[in-house]
């Protein structure tokens, strides 16, 4: 762990003894896995049912520039350690900051995709604490006049496991600043010391700052995923949370109906949207259990264990801390319009951003939310629109279901995403077509897709002819083929006439079987019923 | 002394001998905390290449020094603390840079208060700079007082801080140009005590980039010579934008107000603020100060007397500020990555190492403003002390912005209140008197970030020198030095001539 800077007299080995501190290292999560909500609780919401809970985020984002907020080191991520680091990284005496112009671009542009208010003139101020691997003693930050304030964040809550159906939310923005992120510390409980690497001291942070707008772990995950969205969308973080390039604070509080907001805990460091949602959620659980039992709630910054699955008290706030700030002499108030930073031709490059995306789709094809979350949400949006501009006229209803339900399954299965759907999205339009045209039924397209999936290189129409899947359209053959079942069932037709209508549920079975995917299903059931009810009569 | 060393009447070789010499005479005088004699020698070389070959860069052999808080590669940069006490830093500040790349030769790195925190280079670890005058090594010079005084036994005259050390270095000879940095009148207040010629440019116009910081917002490097011409020589080399400074100047700086016609001459406006009057001003500057006035009026300028009625609260403003700043720039000395570093067995956490670091490497005064500045920002505090104190500069500022726009082109004040005072004299006030008294007439300078000189007008009766301050509008540098040049000619100050060994 040797510097690159060369500067004699200073330590070759950054080492040193540490009071044992707590460390937490999350487990990494990657975006796929969203809908996390706590089932370890049992049943939160019964025993939260007199108490409302508060939770407000803070983001820090790391900005997707090549270098560093206020020097000329490179920004990469696991790079070997100490290998990006400027003498002014590493605080050396006489070195000054200077604004890395595209950091400010990026951060405008988010501001502006998040309908914050843009300060014109900001300003950059010192934070000051002790840590090791704060190297100035400080930290460059925005805290009196922030580049961007009074924006929010629309979006909507559904995660299927928790809510049948979706609902909107927003969240407040109270701020967004620029700030350098700090190295990063390693405790190694093996070992004498603590190690130091500088290599992300000095990057371009967003700070975003949310209003306790939210409730629980859900929320926040929802609130979260479309911030990422959004971030991706306009290329200025990465948001690679198991990589710490977006971390997530979460202050969390509870009180009754018709009482003040509670105190309120704040969790660190939340580097995965799993963590994010446990530990919300664990959080409010243990601060009912606390209030319950007579107990108080101190204000304190606690962390989140993944193995353990709980939050632990992180640092005793008795030593109240006091960041001392003052404005930083060493750089301009940062103004726009000199840096030729014009907020209204930001405005026009900002993209189709994904709540816009949602209410496009709606509009235009007459979906529900729920299937526009589907599409926009998990990012099948592309795959999407290249199927419906394949060919005119798809049912898209047909479309959204084969695609979120048969296709993604699929792709699930093999851990895929839909950036790597093997069947183009032509392909897929031809199918949807065969159903549309009768040619074939919805099972067999089922089956038509399973076999493009997994490599057939025949068109769809000619697997459909060369394995005989084509639709039979004809009533009377249907008409036989019921009439069959009924003769061949006749116990079951008895009780079915004798009132016992669930019966019709294993005479169908028996239907769809003798069908082999070639009768329109929809149509085949109608038949058999009618034929069921017919002799009553 | 350039000419010189162009038209050939003397070699960049002799030069550098007969300044080397010097520097062995005066060792006494502890102007030098690090001597730079193997940079010097390959510097030296290659000056006498580029004379030899006809190819002299602006300042090519004209030996400097540099006040040991300007970082310089490859050799130490202590800032006169145990803290960097064997730092060597990887860079060139870039004033540093700029004159070596000019040709410039490096003779040493000169002594200062720790930190720059003090007002007479008596506070350093390497122990205080002494005067020069009044000291066993110069010679009689002629003076206008037919007393004689001695110098006490066991006692010095103060250099002045706190860049002392680069004051005596060129008051001294053992180099033509010297660095020093000016946050509350550190280059003006020696260059007084030694008569010498101190420059403190306008914020804004020269970089800051490798300067260890002291107060970020007042800090500025200055420029210690015996004449104005050197002084200017030497500005027009470093000044200017740095792309490495934010609060560099990207402009040009203004041209120079005084068209050398008489007639236009008589147009520019000298006011003598009645603030700078102050009880503890001795007579002998205050008549100097009259007859520079007179001087000037003599030349043709129209003198005026005004009024800044906020300078007075400079001396209480800059006790907030300054060890605000400094309790911030002091926070990353905390041995981990270069500088001292505490060691012991009961250093079981951070916090014990920073502690026991810090409590070691830095000296009382230092420990004492980073404590105060500390105090003053807590939340509770910020708005009583700090936001108070900023409030307090910006009236001060708004002085000099009322004052020039009634027509006033510069400013002529007293730089010291007195000659420079013995040790034992000194030594008897704490820091914060001590900084009350002598940054007194300097410091406002600093709070409005315009430019200020200071230029040696004669001796004292006790065969020391006094001196005069000039101040001009921010930016309006090039004024300043051409009115300054106009009265070095008039003054004709007396160089001292050091006792040959």
Redesign the interface.
Known sequence: MI?N???????SL?L????GKLCFWPSTCGLREIFTFNSALGKPQEKWKDWFSVVGLEVHAQIKTSSKLFSGSANKFASPANSLVS?FD??????????NKHSVEAALLTALALNCNINLISEFD?K?Y???DM????QITQQRIPLAVDGHLDFAVFSPAVHKTPYKKQSKIKQLQLEQDSGKSLHEESMFG?L?DLNRAGVGLMELVFEPDLKDGEEAVACISELVRILEVLGTCDCKMEEGSLRVDANVSVHKAGDHFGTRTEIKNLNSLRALSRSIDYEISRQIDVLENGGKITNETRGYDPQLKTTLSMRDKEEKQ?Y???PE????PLNLLKLKLNPSDFRARIPVLPEQQRRLLMNKYQLSLETTIQLVNGGNIGYFEEVMGALPDLPVKKVCSLLLTDMLGLLHKDEKTIQQCPVHPHQFAEVVELVKNKTITHAASQNLLSILYHGDKRNPKQVVEEEGWAMINDSKKLEAICQQILSANPKAVASFRAGKTKVFKSLSAHLKKECNDKYDMGEATQTLRRLLEERVE | MLQQLKSGGCSVQELYTLCLNRVQMIKSLNAYITLTNKISQVQLEESAQRYMKGIPRPMEGIPIAVKDNFCTKNTKTTCASKMLENFIPTYNATVVQRLLDSGAILMGKTNMDEFGMGSGTTESIFGPTRNIWGSHLIQEVNSNSEEAFSTPPDDFYISGGSSGGSAVAVASGSCTVALGSDTGGSVRNPASYCGVVGFKPSYGSLSRYGLIPLVNSMDVPGILARTVGDCRSTFDIIKGWDPKDSTTLQRPLNKSKLKKTSSKLSKLCVGIPKEFYCPELSSEVSEAWRDVADLLENCGFRVVQVSLPHTSYSIACYSVLNPCEVASNMARYDGLRYGYRATGKNLNSTESLYAATRSQALNQIVRGRILAGNYFLLKENYDKYFVQALKLRRLIYEDYVKLWSTGVDLLLTPVTLSDAPLFSEFNQKDSRAQSADQDYCTQPANMAGIPALSLPVRLSKRNLPLSIQLMAPHFDDETLLDVAELLEKELNFPQPTVKEA
């Open positions: 510097f800077v060369r500067t004699s007299g200073l330590h950054l040193w003894k540490l009071k003498l590493c605080a050396i005496p006489g070195t000054l900051p200077v604004l010192r000051h002790f840590y090791a190297p100035a003693g400080y603590s130091i006091d001392r700030y003052m002499p060493n750089l301009l």
